[in-house]
């Protein structure tokens, strides 16, 4: 393990000492600006123009700085990246999915941002998010986006059945009955989805692992409980039976934004959509609460979205540059204006301006940030939730005994942190 890094730490070096340039064309001669590449993995056709549009006004106020923009899709980015951080043809920045960070970091690919540029207003970022971009006690990541899970409900369909949001899993089965019986629809509608089961396991205290003891926690008595209460929320008057197909995420959003379903658990990545459902043309309608607690009391939701960060590789000249560019980017203007055009959370707290908190899914969803946990920086985490998505498939199908299929996940996972013990 360290002579991967060993080896990686020799690629940048090796990068530098070339005076290798990201993207591979992004040379300059020094008479002319810098030219930078930025790798963006955002929706090419509801997110894309926002920043392409802010790039052009990065540049006219920065004539000595020019950057090549490139959409790559989401799916593909983390493997095209590796492989061109790998050969010295890495971009000089990419935006990076919060899981992705501290696995590049890892590797030596990012430069770490402490005391730059774009760290200058830190303070003003959300403490989890920097804790979030950090590896090994340095931060490798500019928050750029944030998200987390919400449980998002009808308004008018919870009036009309005379219950409010729930604060435990407990009340929520009540108030799904009692949503059944007055208005017809149910309740709640949950997802097998290990991503959205995360919740469960932070309202009992735990994680899938214990990042800093070395340990892999989703088979101990503090899971069991919060998946055997993931599980029950699939069976009982007002709760809608698990869906195992393919579309399932389609089908939950569907009957959601349709007033099919009273609630579900989601991210503010579908504020827009929710506002093209006949359910929300009011947008007021939209109700927006913390996930309920477990038996600990305690609340949380996994924290998503992506990082700026600066490939280590690129020469002195590029990485100025490119922390120029992460600081406008970053920007309490930058991120108003993304909110504003994309319906994204910013990352620090002054973007959170009256007109982007007039937009009622955003105030929401700012409310219920501080149940937002950070990950641990554990290069394998996010790979985590690949086995348990296969298991969580099959118990909630009622194919495999929770005891069986979270025995199995333990399995899995241990071949990815094969340091870790049981």
Not at 193 to 215: H, I, N
Not at 250 to 271: N, R, Y
Not at 346 to 352: L, Q
Request: charged share 20%.
């Amino acid at each position: 393990m360290r002579r991967g890094i060993a080896a990686s730490a020799l690629v940048a070096s090796l990068a530098l000492a070339a005076t290798a340039c990201g993207g591979g064309d992004s040379g300059s001669d020094s008479s002319g600006p810098v030219t930078i590449t930025w790798w963006d993995t955002s929706n090419a056709t509801n997110e894309a123009p926002t920043y392409q549009a802010l790039v052009k006004e990065f540049e006219a106020a920065n004539k000595d700085v020019k950057v090549k923009y490139v959409n790559v899709p989401f799916d593909q980015a983390q493997n095209k990246f590796d492989t061109a951080a790998g050969s010295k043809g890495a971009p000089d920045i990419l935006r990076s999915e919060v899981g992705w960070t501290p696995a590049f970091a890892k590797k030596s690919y990012f430069l770490p941002l402490d005391g730059t540029e774009a760290l200058a207003d830190q303070a003003k970022f959300q403490p989890n998010l920097i804790e979030q971009a950090k590896y090994e006690g340095k931060t490798y990541g500019v928050p750029f986006t944030t998200d987390t899970l919400a449980f998002v409900y009808n308004k008018d369909l919870f009036k009309k059945a005379g219950v409010e949001a729930p604060k435990t899993w407990d009340d929520l089965k009540k108030a799904a009955a009692t949503i059944k019986d007055k208005t017809g629809v149910d309740g709640y509608w949950g997802s097998t989805q290990a991503y959205y089961a995360q919740t469960f396991l932070y309202g009992e205290g735990t994680d899938t692992v214990d990042a800093d003891a070395k340990k892999i926690t989703v088979n101990g008595a503090e899971a069991k409980k919060g998946y055997g209460t993931w599980l029950s929320l699939f069976d009982g008057k007002g709760l809608h039976k698990a869906d195992t197909t393919a579309d399932a995420y389609a089908h939950i959003q569907e009957a959601f934004v349709s007033g099919k379903v009273a609630a579900i658990m989601q991210g503010p990545w579908e504020i827009t959509n929710f506002y093209k459902g006949s359910a929300f043309k009011d947008k007021a309608n939209l109700g927006i609460a913390t996930v309920p607690a477990g038996s600990s009391g305690k609340a949380g939701a996994p924290t998503g979205g992506h990082n700026l960060s600066v490939y280590a590789g690129s020469d002195e000249a590029h990485q100025k540059a490119s922390l120029k560019f992460l600081n406008f980017m970053t920007s309490a203007k930058a991120q108003e204006t993304i909110a504003l055009k994309n319906n994204t959370l910013p990352t620090r707290g002054d973007a959170y301006t009256d007109k982007v908190k007039a937009d009622p899914g955003i105030a929401g969803y700012q409310g219920v940030l501080a149940a937002a946990q950070p990950r641990p920086a554990l290069p394998e985490y996010s790979s985590l939730w690949g086995p348990l998505d296969t298991e969580l498939l099959k118990i909630a199908g009622g194919k495999e005994s929770l005891d069986k299929g979270l025995g199995t996940a333990e399995t899995s996972i241990a071949k990815l942190v094969p340091d870790f013990s049981k």
